[in-house]
């Protein structure tokens, strides 16, 4: 029987199918930590709470309901599940580690393994899977933590998703989800009507496009093609960017760290206090450390991404920007001013100069980031590059052109935010942290900063990279020196 088409995937949509099709982006993971009480769990099965609430998160949510026929046509289109096997879509993954370190090396070890794999069938098969991780004995007496990671394609939602995702199933395993569904015949959740989706990004997104900014990106495009072997652009304002594009080895690389709910404070009083926030500051803090290790001849400067949410420029009327899964994201590119880096490279490498330079000067970076971010906020969604998209005719041409060649960003910094203890509800289950992470990105950034939380939890930042695009030491001198660098501001108010 053919699958029943419900509406195109859509110009922006194919973005990301195109990219799965690929192997390009393969999916993206939100884990988040559910801690309770084993005395609340005597007569439930465990594994039957964790399947009874997230089916009720998929009756809540139809783009779970959904999988996607043609991803290797230039027209995809979402098809409607008859049903979904819990069995293939719910795996559990269960070890005996006593310590916190060896676990959570473990953890993300697995979370690396799930993003380098492909979704398959998805004429059939949802795009998204949930896998339970826990540590038997690692929880102390009478206590059940379940590290839950929710792994999904691109094309079915974003970042805020996720979060969307993870607030409902709290609430689930919260409120009456352990109660059977009507629906469900063993393993098998039946649906008797066609999922009802939201317009594709741009129908609900009123994206303008001018004819200045038409002409400037089509005449940018055409000097990169045509341009004379002999006009290279300065070493002075080459970003660094890591090796080029490459398809192989596609393998994901992640390092963890944890911030206590104490720096967070801290670190959010010293952005107020310095009129930023504090993702232009994980930018800033990132270049410090790749200033003070990598030579000005390979790194004159750096150009950033980060994402930003579109749902706030939704119709409030026609889209629950609150409770919708979609993806809708653009993001705001940037380039550090080449002479402030070679300034901060000098201070960061000098044995005589003062550390407040130093500190004054990534403030600055951060506040000027920050400006530059509100910049492109306030013109959304006025010239935006995704109103371009609808421009490009042949995605794997698109795509496959680009290998061999620079990449354009350095690293991309995304920050959903954190889940509030309101949004996730009091109840025998609390949410104890958050982890936020990425693949192996062969077309974007040299590597990515995620950074995502729970309220009065802290925030778990993770850094991720293709192999062999950056060199592991580098990365994992950066994830120490930005560890290193938030703790010393926490305790001390001082980075260094």
Known sequence: MDARVIRPVGCTGSFNTSRHNLGLCRCVVFTAR???????????????????????????????RVGIAGEDTNNPVYVDLESIDLQRVIEWREVEFLDDEEYNNYLIRSIESQHDKLWE??????????????????????????????????????????????????????????????????????????????????????????????????????????????????????????????????????????????????LL???????????????????????????????????????????????????????????????????????????????????????????????????????????KVASLPHDDQLSLVRYISDWKRFWMDKIGERREDSWSCSNPGSLKASDVGGGRWQMKRMVFTQGALPMGSAFEINVAGVENEGVWVTVSWQETVVETSLMECVVEDLRGWIDSFGENGTFF
């Open 34 to 64: 559910y801690v309770a009480h084993k005395t609340f769990l005597e007569s439930d099965s465990l594994k039957s709470v964790v399947a009874s609430a997230l089916v009720a998160v998929i009756n809540q949510h139809p783009m779970l």
């Open 121 to 266: 069938d998805l004429v059939h098969r949802p795009g998204w899977k949930i896998i339970v991780h826990r540590n038997i004995g690692g929880a102390g007496l009478g206590i059940v933590d379940l590290d839950i990671s929710f792994a999904f394609h691109h094309a079915i939602g974003d970042g805020q998703s996720a979060l969307i995702f993870h607030r409902d199933f709290s609430r689930a395993l919260n409120g009456a989800a352990t109660t059977a569904s009507p629906d469900l015949e063993g393993h098998i959740l039946h649906f008797s009507s066609t999922a009802i989706l939201p317009g594709p990004m741009e129908s609900i997104i009123p994206f303008t496009l001018s004819w200045n900014y038409f002409l400037k990106v089509i005449l940018s495009e055409l000097w990169k093609n045509l341009a004379p072997s002999w006009f290279t652009p300065k070493l002075s304002t080459i970003p660094w960017t890591g090796e080029r594009i490459t398809l192989d080895p596609y393998k994901t690389n992640i390092r963890l760290f944890h911030i206590s709910p104490k720096n967070v404070g801290t």
């Open 269 to 375: 009083t010293g952005c107020r206090e310095n009129g930023t926030t504090l993702t232009p500051l994980f930018h800033a803090l990132t270049a410090a450390s790749l200033s003070s290790r990598l030579p000005i001849a390979a790194a004159a400067t750096f150009q950033t991404s980060t994402p930003i949410s579109l749902r706030q420029f939704t119709n409030e009327s026609e889209f629950d920007r609150k409770n919708t899964m979609h993806c809708l994201v653009t993001d705001h590119e940037y380039v550090f001013d080449p002479h402030l880096i070679s300034k901060l490279r000098t201070l960061m490498n000098s044995k005589t100069e003062s550390s407040t330079e130093s500190e004054s000067l990534i403030w600055q970076l951060a506040v000027d980031l920050r400006r530059s971010l509100k910049g």
